[in-house]
């Protein structure tokens, strides 16, 4: 038996879960919809079970799991708990979930994805990326306006989010923190303290590369946006065009260490390709790989379906 975690409306683990079904493979998937109804555990029998709508399942049954993105979910209380005991009630069913994820470690089960590191923190990856050899785009952490006057303001740089984005809700209208460029010449004459903000030099660049691993396997595709935008994620899919590549295998091999250093067993990787250098930008440990899948022809889900 498999098990899936992932969300609802998720393209790829449907493709995924397409796959299985046409190699006949038993699995269940856990999603928004799918809940956890019931848990019983008997530790002096070593027992551990449990019901996903209603339907029971024997944790030692569970052979393979991959954990595509999401988290456990569940619908076991009858009644609507306390505000007041929310808090403890989400900690109780996260060491529940704990013990799930960590029993299915432990009994040999063959799990892939980033069932136990689900996020890295941008700086250190960088720092990282910086020691393995990798290049990275001149990178800077500013807390105070003035101190732009240290960096080289005849080039041209981007600002981007130190964590992950997130979606800001204000007045019904959504706003994205995508990557911008900044103009120095606006901002030597102010003096405020702001949030700490990445500064990164803007590269000149032929291409974007999208790399997906998973396992032991690299998958690229090159992304060329002729629009000169600074976020290639604000265009749309048909003004953008893509070509399969692969990457130098001394990349691959710097790829490799850098995510069994960060303990990820899959990833997106977003690097620039600049005048015959590749310059890293970013890792994504819940990366998409549908576009990378379906324009380098890749049939990655297949992969993934076929290893489970």
Same mark, same amino acid.
């Given at each position: 038996?498999? *098990?899936?975690?992932?969300?609802?409306?998720?393209?790829? +683990?449907?493709?995924?879960? =397409? &796959?299985?079904?046409?190699?006949?493979?038993?699995?269940?998937?856990? /999603?928004? /919809?799918?809940?956890?109804?019931?848990?019983?555990?008997?530790?002096?029998?070593?027992?551990?079970?449990?019901?996903?709508?209603?339907?029971?399942?024997?944790?030692?049954?569970?052979?393979?799991?991959?954990?595509?993105?999401?988290?456990?979910?569940?619908?076991?209380?009858?009644?609507?708990?306390?505000?007041?005991?929310?808090?403890?009630?989400?900690?109780?069913?996260?060491?529940? =979930?704990?013990?799930?994820?960590?029993?299915?470690?432990?009994? %040999?089960?063959?799990?892939?994805?980033? #069932?136990? +590191?689900?996020?890295? /923190?941008?700086?250190?990856? $960088?720092? !990282?990326?910086?020691?393995?050899? !990798?290049?990275?785009?001149?990178?800077?952490?500013?807390?105070? *306006?003035?101190? *732009?006057?240290?960096?080289?303001?005849?080039?041209?740089?981007?600002?981007?989010?130190?964590?992950?984005?997130?979606?800001?809700?204000?007045?019904?209208?959504?706003? !994205?923190?995508? =990557?911008?460029? @900044?103009?120095?010449?606006?901002?030597?004459?102010?003096?405020?303290?702001?949030?700490?903000? $990445?500064?990164?030099?803007?590269?000149?660049?032929?291409?974007?590369?999208?790399?997906?691993?998973?396992?032991?396997?690299? &998958?690229?595709?090159?992304?060329?946006?002729?629009?000169?935008?600074?976020?290639?994620?604000? !265009?749309?899919?048909?003004?953008?065009?893509?070509?399969?590549?692969?990457?130098?295998?001394? @990349?691959?091999?710097?790829?490799?260490?850098?995510?069994? =250093? #960060?303990?990820?067993?899959?990833? +997106?990787?977003?690097?620039?390709?600049? %005048?015959?250098?590749?310059?890293? #930008?970013? @890792? /994504?440990?819940?990366?998409?790989?549908?576009?990378?899948?379906?324009?380098?022809?890749?049939?990655?889900?297949?992969? @993934?379906?076929? #290893?489970?």
């Amino acid at each position: 038996m498999i *098990l899936l975690i992932s969300v609802d409306n998720d393209t790829m +683990t449907d493709e995924i879960c =397409t &796959w299985l079904s046409y190699q006949n493979k038993s699995f269940v998937r856990l /999603n928004e /919809n799918q809940h956890i109804t019931k848990v019983f555990f008997d530790f002096s029998k070593n027992m551990y079970k449990i019901s996903i709508n209603n339907i029971e399942y024997n944790l030692n049954d569970f052979k393979s799991v991959f954990y595509r993105n999401g988290g456990i979910y569940y619908n076991i209380a009858n009644q609507e708990i306390d505000s007041n005991l929310i808090e403890f009630y989400n900690s109780e069913i996260k060491s529940v =979930t704990e013990f799930i994820c960590y029993y299915l470690k432990i009994n %040999d089960a063959n799990i892939f994805g980033n #069932l136990f +590191t689900k996020e890295v /923190n941008k700086l250190e990856v $960088l720092f !990282l990326a910086k020691s393995l050899g !990798l290049k990275i785009p001149e990178t800077y952490i500013v807390s105070q *306006l003035k101190d *732009l006057t240290k960096i080289d303001c005849s080039q041209n740089y981007i600002t981007k989010s130190v964590s992950e984005m997130k979606p800001i809700f204000i007045e019904n209208e959504l706003y !994205l923190n995508y =990557t911008r460029e @900044i103009d120095f010449n606006q901002l030597q004459s102010k003096k405020e303290n702001i949030i700490p903000s $990445l500064i990164q030099n803007k590269i000149n660049k032929a291409y974007e590369i999208r790399v997906f691993f998973f396992e032991k396997r690299i &998958w690229a595709i090159a992304t060329f946006d002729f629009s000169d935008n600074i976020d290639i994620r604000n !265009l749309k899919d048909r003004d953008k065009k893509y070509l399969s590549c692969k990457l130098p295998i001394e @990349i691959q091999r710097k790829i490799h260490k850098m995510a069994k =250093t #960060l303990n990820l067993r899959c990833g +997106t990787i977003d690097l620039i390709q600049s %005048d015959d250098d590749y310059y890293f #930008l970013e @890792i /994504n440990p819940l990366g998409q790989f549908h576009q990378v899948s379906y324009y380098g022809n890749y049939q990655i889900e297949k992969y @993934i379906a076929d #290893l489970l």
